[in-house]
């Protein structure tokens, strides 16, 4: 059968993943939205059809696996993931890991840190949930996702890194990160390498966001693949405009990269809390933050500069 990868409804050959969008959420909320469910409570149902929307909209465009890199503390949520999955027949795949310090919720972890705790309690984190299941659900995750701060990675940001490493090593699971800004590709990508990670179980998310084609091969050197995977998300969090992202893919392809390189939006379905209120202007921006965005508009972009549905196709498979 190969190589396996889990997901919400069970292990799959990697070959079987088929088209596959790398990063979108069915479901996400900052930590603190628990704290406002007086006006934001959580709507299962709601939840569960705009997924099941989704899937349908993305199958259309022939896409078999999602995979939902929504982070512990963040509202992840399997069993929605598996209701979404059986629902429709699209292949989810669900994470295990923790946000970034800067919008993740730290307190817990940082606790336990001072008690000299940490460690093993991450690491027993990651293998439980790898090897039983998260919580009573018996689904198990098919990533662990890491993230890093913008310009630089933080001693409690290196602590899940360096855990997440040997994990890996143990396991053979996927590895799928966060880069905030465009910033911090190389370094985490090279510091998963350094401790003995397979370049090839680790995908650097958001590399989109930054346009400088050094950067953007300096991570790629390491053997590593590349997300990009925000299309559709224009100036906010630091974010280039669509046209930007298309011309450095373009380059990065011209030098042959294709095979390295995922596509996604990043896209949420559900927020769990209040609904973002946006300004015209946002609301204008993001307009196409939608995950069939890529299928409607950039890959005919692409096609009308040359790009091969072969090569385009690439970007589809892990």
């Not at 628990?34 to 896409?63: C, Q, Y």
């Not at 939902?68 to 292949?91: F, W």
Request: charged share 25%; glycine share 10%; aromatic share 8%.
């Amino acid at each position: 059968m190969g190589e396996q990868i889990e997901t919400v409804t069970g292990p799959i050959s990697v070959s079987d993943m088929g088209k596959t969008l790398i990063h979108e959420h069915f479901l996400f909320g900052y930590p603190g939205y628990s704290g406002d469910v007086t006006l934001g409570p959580f709507n299962r149902e709601e939840a569960v059809r705009k997924g099941i929307e989704a899937a349908k909209a993305v199958m259309k465009h022939g896409v078999k696996t999602v995979v939902d890199p929504t982070p512990n503390e963040c509202g992840r949520n399997p069993e929605v993931l598996k209701e979404i999955s059986e629902a429709t027949g699209l292949q989810i795949v669900c994470a295990t890991g923790y946000y970034y310090e800067g919008e993740g919720a730290t307190t817990y972890f940082k606790f336990r840190h001072t008690l000299g705790t940490a460690e093993k309690d991450i690491y027993d984190m990651f293998m439980t949930e790898i090897e039983e299941g998260i919580a009573n659900t018996g689904i198990r995750p098919g990533v662990i996702k890491l993230a890093t701060s913008k310009d630089e990675i933080t001693p409690y940001e290196q602590l899940f890194f360096t855990i997440a490493a040997r994990v890996q090593q143990e396991t053979g699971i996927m590895i799928l990160t966060h880069t905030q800004e465009g910033t911090m590709g190389p370094e985490q990508a090279k510091m998963l390498v350094d401790a003995g990670v397979d370049p090839g179980k680790i995908v650097i998310g958001h590399m989109c966001g930054n346009t400088d084609i050094e950067y953007q091969k300096n991570t790629l050197a390491t053997g590593v693949k590349i997300g990009f995977d925000r299309f559709g998300i224009q100036q906010l969090v630091g974010a280039p405009m669509d046209e930007e992202r298309v011309e450095t893919l373009l380059q990065l392809l011209e030098a042959g990269y294709e095979k390295q390189i995922m596509l996604s939006h990043d896209s949420i379905n559900y927020w769990l809390g209040r609904d973002p209120e946006m300004s015209a202007e946002v609301a204008e921006l993001v307009k196409n933050w939608h995950p069939v965005h890529l299928f409607e508009n950039i890959i005919p972009a692409l096609q009308k500069k040359g790009v091969a549905n072969e090569t385009i196709e690439t970007m589809f498979r892990l």
